[in-house]
Structures are given as structure tokens and as C-alpha cells.
T-cell receptor, first 114, second 113 residues
Framework: DAGVTQSPTHLIKTRGQQVTLRCSPK?????VSWYQQALGQGPQFIFQYYEEEERQRGNFPDRFSGHQFPNYSSELNVNALWLGDSALYLC?????????????FGPGTRLLVL | GDSVTQMEGPVTLSEEAFLTINCTYT??????LFWYVQYPGEGLQLLLK?????DKGSNKGFEATYRKETTSFHLEKGSVQVSDSAVYFC????????????FGAGTRLAVHP
């Protein structure tokens, strides 16, 4: 049973560029959440997708957007990158995203913005 | 708003020592509580969880009890191993939202032989 997978594992971009990160949820899961983890900090919630809709959003600007596909996989897009976007981006999946449901995390994509 | 506060690290212990990592939370309603572990260069792995007051979560020798009266969820292990060296995150599941996790800042544990 495959767990949560993310691609790519590492990425280097320059300021002003755009980036797309990808996530495939654990088998049987239909809800995908994205988190940003800056170096030395805890993960911060970006948004959650369920039934191909953004269901909840954290305190992130509109430069951060996402999408969920019919097969439940998801993308995170970040436009107009700046240095502060350098972080580990984590995807987590769960079933229905109900409160208290365990979220399973992928290995993350490490983004470096120069 | 909801928040999680963890003891600052790093915590440095000798192998077979007793471990406590303190975690307290602020939340409206009744959140579920989690401990996640992050090994170097990896994502987060669920260590244990508790979904209601007085529940005890346990896994791999680690345990934590959901204490509503003190709003705490301290992580303990009786005898740590070198392989337990990692960063530990306490988190709550926002009870008013769709399973959004709110994390503490993390506590780094280093265990020496």
C-alpha cells in the first residue's frame, strides 16, 4: 500500500518565478492538505482540498493556489516566488478530512528560492 | 486563536534515560491531539494520538495522556534509544474546522550512547 508521495523532492527557483508541486494521497484517502515548514519551525497550514474544492485556507496570500484532480491527487502552485518561500512543503492526506482523523504526511518537497 | 506550545529544545539525553517533552494547548472546544516525529531529511510520521479527555495514546514505548484540566499532552518514554533522536511535534486538530492541524514549534531530541 503506497503512502503519500510528493514530487519533486528538491527544487531550486529564482525570485519571481512560479512553481508547481505535486502530491498523490495514500490509497483510500480523498482529502489533501498542504503545509509549509520553514527551517527550524513547525508546519503551517496552507489549505485543504476535498471533492476538488478548496475547503479551508490558512493565512497565506493568493500567490498560493492549488488544485485537486478527480483521482484525489493535488497540486500546489506558488506564483511570484520570493526568498521567504524557501521551505519544506508537506502534503498530507486523510479520509474526508473530518476533525480528529489522522493525517498521513509525504516526504515533502524542499524548495529553495534564490 | 488555537495554539500549541512545546518546551524548547534541544533536549539531550543519554541512552536509557527517561524522556518528557512538555506540550500545552489553547483551543475552543475539544480538539484531538497528536504527536508527530520528524527524522532528519524526512517528512512527518504520526507517533500517537488521543481524541478525547483522559485518553492515552501510545506507540513504540512512547505515551501521552490528554489532560483537559491542564490543557496538556506531554510526551514520555521510559528508556530512550539513540534511534529516537529526531524532532518531535505536538499538534492539535482544529475542532471547528476540517482537520486542519496546528503545530507547535518542535522539540529536537538528541540521544547519546
Amino acid at each position: 500500500d503506497a503512502g503519500v508521495t510528493q514530487s519533486p523532492t528538491h527544487l531550486i527557483k529564482t525570485r519571481g518565478q512560479q512553481v508547481t508541486l505535486r502530491c498523490s494521497p495514500k490509497s483510500g484517502h480523498d482529502t489533501v492538505s498542504w503545509y509549509q515548514q520553514a527551517l527550524g519551525q513547525g508546519p503551517q497550514f496552507i489549505f485543504q482540498y476535498y471533492e476538488e474544492e478548496e475547503r479551508q485556507r490558512g493565512n497565506f496570500p493568493d500567490r498560493f493556489s492549488g488544485h485537486q484532480f478527480p483521482n484525489y491527487s493535488s497540486e500546489l502552485n506558488v506564483n511570484a516566488l520570493w526568498l521567504g518561500d524557501s521551505a519544506l512543503y508537506l502534503c498530507a492526506s486523510s479520509f474526508r478530512g473530518s476533525s480528529g482523523e489522522t493525517q498521513y504526511f509525504g516526504p515533502g518537497t524542499r524548495l529553495l528560492v534564490l | 486563536g488555537d495554539s500549541v506550545t512545546q518546551m524548547e529544545g534541544p533536549v539531550t539525553l543519554s541512552e536509557e534515560a527517561f524522556l518528557t517533552i512538555n506540550c500545552t494547548y489553547t483551543a475552543t472546544g475539544y480538539p484531538s491531539l497528536f504527536w508527530y516525529v520528524q527524522y532528519p531529511g524526512e517528512g512527518l510520521q504520526l507517533l500517537l494520538k488521543a481524541t478525547k479527555a483522559d485518553d492515552k495514546g501510545s506507540n513504540k514505548g512512547f505515551e501521552a495522556t490528554y489532560r483537559k484540566e491542564t490543557t496538556s499532552f506531554h510526551l514520555e518514554k521510559g528508556s530512550v534509544q539513540v534511534s529516537d533522536s529526531a524532532v518531535y511535534f505536538c499538534a492539535l486538530s482544529d475542532p471547528g474546522g476540517y482537520n486542519k492541524l496546528i503545530f507547535g514549534a518542535g522539540t529536537r531530541l538528541a540521544v547519546h550512547p
